[in-house]
């Protein structure tokens, strides 16, 4: 089961960091990433890691603002989020999948709120 947190209001220009948990088990052999759905739009892609190498992979629009990492003592995977405006509200969700699966085929959080005014 994975667990996001650190979602919540802000202010457009400020600052938030979004952690992913899973419990039971660990990350090993997984890659882990980081989605949004903003009301009434698809479920889109904004980074993932692989929990082995440590490899990052971005959504071109949002690398340089969003900045995934990961802490294998904690087990857990962060997604920085830097100057966000009202734009980037959406639910967030942390998924993993096997290193060589789909997302599809993956589990998933229930996800947390994100929520930037202007």
């Known amino acids: 089961q994975l667990v996001e947190s650190g979602g919540g209001p802000v202010q457009a220009g400020g600052s938030l960091r979004l952690s992913c948990t899973a419990s039971g088990r660990t990350f090993s052999d997984y890659a882990v990433g980081w989605f949004r759905q903003a009301p009434g739009k698809e479920r889109d892609f904004i980074a993932d890691i692989d929990w082995n190498d440590g490899r990052t992979t971005y959504a071109a629009s949002l690398k340089g603002r969003f900045t995934i990492s990961r802490d294998n003592a904690k087990n857990t995977v962060y997604l920085q989020m830097n100057n966000l405006k009202p734009e980037d509200t959406a639910v967030y969700y942390c998924?993993?999948?096997?290193?060589?699966?789909?997302?599809?085929?993956?589990?998933w959080g229930q996800g947390t709120q994100v929520t930037v005014s202007s």
């Open positions: 998924a993993a999948r096997d290193r060589y699966g789909s997302w599809s085929r993956g589990s």
